[in-house]
């Protein structure tokens, strides 16, 4: 993504020189990326960031040109003007051949306005300055650097390009507030430095000197002051682990908020482990991208990111790749940047599990996301998986497939996840597979249907994503680990390759990006207190793996939502420090499981290599999502055997504490802290066990996939489970694929009903498929509305995995369901939008009428609740929801459209369990949403709405029916 910076950030980010000093325009840093310059020659030339220089290089062909030219051209945004500019700097190298030819002429040029030759360069860098005072350059758009080379080949590099204010207009902004954040950079990537080594702050270039400075501890408390030094550069003793903030003043001017920068371990001080259970969403591949950082980052993103992940202790991260980049022609691979990250992650022992869920057009023929191809996708799973042995150990073939970011079917997925597995184990054997992760509890039965079509044995392992409050997380990985039971892959481990937060709301402070948020300091205490409850949270209920999400910065949601650990510029958030700690305490330490020391203060209980435990302890606070928690004590006391134990906070600093009699006496607060010692402790809910999964699939043949493309006579319900078939019967096309090098041969079994257009026996080369047209009659037992399509069949001697549609047939509810129709009143609905919502009665359309409006900072969602009242509209025995639908609004398109069953259990807790329904139209239209799945008995209140696109909606919603079974 490429980010302008505004022309109002001249005054946010002035920088301040002494008063007979030049000062650097602060846009100049944007015009050092690669992306910004686009080819401009008299023949032939490419344009790409050279890593190791650290510079743009530009190589060129005179491609039969007789006046050869080369000068690479930056086009000025708005906020890039060279009125007043005094000078133009930059650092310039040719190569070797290219000075050996010889070189005619160098010249930069501004235009309109001006060209002005320099020194032509030589094979060092060199330092050039133009002088452009004088100059009328108010209207300059382009901008040009280079040469006129003699030979035919020429290659150069820049770097370091700077627009510098003149001292006389430098005055006139002298005024303007100085931000910390912007004048200071610390010596050490994402400012995070490890113990042992000296802490160094340095002015930017052109900063004038602060008289004073102060650093304080993230409590506060001061833990350095003095002058600034004459030099610019501020060098101190290393203060141990934590995270502080340095603020400047003096000097007659406005410096603005601080420049944090952390102290973690030295990871040499300490065993890393690879498997450790705390790891992170580093998606470097896509987020640290030259062209996504934009210009707050000065160096190497994919570097830093990297650097980080070591400094933090990750045994792994999670990473991204995009199958359409990596084979932009069949059979033709470009590794490219992810190559280059899956190399810097290796060269610090950081293991990875990479994910893509992009599928090129030239694979889909029906489906809109997934692949259709199969063959395709095996081919480019077997190349991903042998291209990366040895440093991508756990692939995940798509994301979030429930949700987003896929809209075909759950057997669809199924079948495609059948193929990337079969890929996947033959390029490398032992890499780990996992399905694209599951994003939605209460569980929805689309997982049932990927599970009915025997996919079970194409994952190693199952991930899911969670962004819920840590309250609801003993419950969704209960389910979730009922659901691999109930489907033979009760022993498969179970990683959350996401889990994130969004109780801190969305950014609360500007951020120097136009258009996007940031956190404030309040709510990065926020997203670090949620981590270690979270990840501690997840392993006592029994997740084996967790990736918080996620490491580089990023905005959703209009830019409004903020996540990662990272700020735009790079530096990290306290919340960075957290998760150091957990890997660095805990990362070697087996959990035991969950107590709690005292009441609404939650335990998880460790044994550490050497015998000792660790208890990790907090108290609940507002954020964990706990409905009846009691006011938490200020103190907790443990029971100790003996000895002194080591106290460590959430960020990591450690202290000793001798008990008394036996005991420990210890503060508590919201944020986590851990104490390691011979504590008399044991868990009491221990880590569940895992059971043992199906060994039916070891006798399967998995090489033979299926996969069906219904025709317009069936409809995909919404909820991506299940199909409608109004009619009769219904058309299909049957794909059969052998992904082996074998031939097969064998034959396709159907059940739930009568199939036409099968061949008796089938017969499929390697590596090839064969289709057929068809057609299904369903069949129904006496007052129902359900059946399945089930294909199965033996080839070569061993059962084939199933291809299952479930299957509703909307015109039989109608004759055999019951309705009770819930009155259309008003009065019933309670507002439930992330703008302002108005609730009405609108007389000619016999409807309740929503009207919402927007602000810019607001979230797009509508998601009005209408109570039931219980019991006489209890969904117990309900089929579905029924209703009528209309609406519009300023802008077309909706992201997003829901009806959410509440549901309560018994403890007050509460859930959404989120079934996805056709978006509505200016129309009025039908929807019918099926309840399966779903606790019924727990509903307590439905939510009909969506997320729009536009600033002002009207809806209308009338007719809604509890449909129950006959």
């Known amino acids: 993504m490429k980010l302008t910076i505004s022309i109002l950030l001249l005054a946010a980010f002035a920088v301040l020189l002494r008063a007979d000093s030049p000062a650097v325009q602060p846009w100049s840093a944007g015009l050092n990326r690669a992306g910004r310059f686009r080819p401009n020659t008299s023949g032939r030339m490419s344009v790409e960031y050279d890593r190791e220089a650290k510079a743009v290089r530009c190589s060129a062909e005179r491609n039969g040109a007789a006046d050869f030219w080369v000068y690479p051209q930056i086009d000025l945004k708005a906020s890039e003007s060279f009125a007043h500019a005094g000078k133009l700097r930059f650092e310039i190298q040719a190569d070797a051949a290219t000075v050996r030819d010889g070189i005619n002429c160098a ?61 006389a207009f430098a005055a006139k902004i002298a005024a303007s507030p100085v931000p910390v954040a912007s004048a200071v950079e610390a010596a050490a990537p994402g400012t995070v430095f490890h113990v042992g080594q000296p802490v160094e702050l340095r002015l930017k270039e052109g900063v004038c000197l602060p008289e004073t400075y102060e650093i304080t501890s993230i409590d506060g408390e001061t833990v350095a002051s003095g002058s600034w030094p004459e030099s610019g550069a501020l060098t101190l003793p290393n203060p141990g682990i934590g995270y502080y903030a340095l603020t400047l003043a003096g000097n007659g001017v406005d410096w603005q908020g601080r420049r944090t920068f952390a102290v973690v371990a030295d990871p040499a001080s300490y065993r890393r482990n690879p498997q450790s259970f705390f790891s992170v969403d580093s998606a470097q591949s896509w987020l640290a991208a030259p062209d996504y950082t934009g210009p707050l980052l000065s160096g190497d993103a994919y570097e830093t990111v990297s650097e980080l992940c070591r400094l933090g202790g990750f045994g792994s991260v999670r990473e991204r790749i995009s199958w359409g980049q990596c084979e932009p022609r069949p059979g033709e691979y470009a590794w490219g940047k992810y190559a280059v990250n899956a190399k810097l992650l290796a060269e610090r022992g950081i293991g990875i599990a990479s994910t893509f869920h992009d599928a090129p057009a030239r694979t889909r023929t029906v ?53 990337a597995y079969l890929g996947f184990k033959a390029g490398a054997p032992s890499v780990k597979v996992m399905q694209g992760g599951f994003c939605l509890h209460p569980l929805i039965p689309y997982y049932q249907t990927f599970f009915d079509n025997d996919a079970a044995g194409y994952f190693d392992i199952l991930s899911f994503h969670t962004y819920r409050p840590v309250a609801n997380y003993p419950v969704m990985v209960r389910d979730i680990r009922d659901m691999l039971a109930r489907n033979g892959a009760a022993g498969k481990p179970l990683w959350f390759t996401e889990s994130g937060t969004d109780s801190e709301g969305n950014g609360e402070e500007a951020s120097p990006v136009p258009g996007l948020r940031a956190h404030s300091p309040q709510q990065e205490l926020m997203v670090a207190e949620f981590i270690p409850k979270s990840a501690l949270t997840l392993q006592a209920a029994g997740v084996d793996r967790n990736f918080f999400f996620v490491l580089p910065p990023v905005n959703e949601r209009g830019g409004a939502k903020v996540w990662g650990l990272l700020r735009r510029d790079y530096t990290v958030e306290p919340g960075f420090l957290a998760i150091a700690a957990l890997n660095r305490v805990l990362g070697n330490a087996v959990c035991l499981g969950s107590l709690d020391p005292a009441p609404s203060v939650r335990g998880v209980l460790y044994r550490r290599p050497d015998g000792e435990k660790t208890l990790a302890f907090w108290a609940v606070s507002p954020r964990d999502g706990e409905a009846k928690a009691a006011t938490p004590p200020g103190t907790i006391s443990i029971p100790v055997r003996s000895g002194s134990c080591t106290v460590t906070d959430i960020w990591g600093r450690s202290k000793q504490q001798e008990s008394r009699d036996g005991r420990l006496e210890l503060p508590v607060s919201a944020m986590t802290a851990y104490v390691t010692g011979d504590l008399a402790l044991e868990p009491s809910v221990p880590v569940p066990p895992k059971g043992e999964s199906s060994a039916a699939f070891a006798e399967r043949e998995l090489a033979v996939v299926l996969k069906a493309d219904l025709s317009n006579d069936f409809r995909l319900l919404p909820g991506k489970n299940a199909a409608d078939l109004p009619g009769k019967s ?97 009065a019933r609905w ?60 300023d802008k077309p398109g909706y992201d997003l459209s829901y009806l959410m069953a509440v549901t309560e259990d018994e403890a007050g807790r509460k859930n959404d369990v989120h079934l996805r329904t056709e978006p509505p139209a200016e129309k009025w239209g039908t929807r ?20 729009p696109k536009g600033a002002e909606v009207t809806y209308w919603i009338r007719n809604v029916k509890i449909v129950r079974r006959p």
């Open 367 to 419: 489906s809109r996301k997934l692949p259709d191809d199969l063959l395709a996708l095996y081919r480019f799973s077997e190349a991903l998986a042998r291209e990366f042995e040895g440093k991508i150990g756990a692939w995940e073939f798509w994301n979030e497939p429930d949700g987003g970011f896929a809209s075909e079917s759950a057997w669809d997925f199924a079948a495609a996840q059948k193929a």
């Open 928 to 947: 019918f949403v099926p309840l399966d799945g779903v606790a019924l008995e727990r509903v307590r209140t439905l939510r009909i709405g969506f997320n």
């Open 107 to 167: 010249f930069v040029q501004i235009s309109p306005g001006a060209e002005i030759p320099f020194p032509v360069p030589g094979t060092e860098w060199r330092t050039v300055e133009v002088d452009l005072s004088g100059r009328t350059l108010d209207k300059a758009k382009v901008l040009r650097i280079g040469i006129n080379p003699k030979g035919d080949r020429a290659v150069f590099r820049l770097r370091n390009i700077q627009v510098e204010v003149p001292a």
């Open 830 to 889: 309670r507002s439930n939008a992330g703008g302002a919502m108005t609730i009405g009665y609108d007389r000619a359309e016999r409807a309740v009428e929503f009207k919402v409006r927007f602000e810019p900072q607001d979230g797009r969602w509508i998601y009005p609740e209408l109570p039931l009242e219980l019991p006489r509209e209890s969904l117990a025995g309900a089929a579905g929801i029924s209703y009528e639908i209309c609406a519009v609004a």
């Open 730 to 826: 219904g058309r299909l096309t049957l794909h059969v694929f052998n992904l082996s090098g074998r031939t097969k041969n064998g034959r396709i079994a159907v059940k739930g009903g009568t199939l036409t257009g099968l061949p008796e026996r089938v017969e499929i080369p390697p590596f090839a498929s064969v289709s057929f047209e068809a057609e299904y009659t369903p069949a129904y037992s006496d007052g129902a509305f359900e059946s399945a399509l089930e294909f199965g069949g033996v080839f070569d001697g061993r059962e084939i995995t199933r291809l299952t549609v479930p299957l509703i047939c909307s015109s039989r509810l109608a004759e055999v369901g019951v309705e009770l129709e819930i009155p259309t009143d008003p």
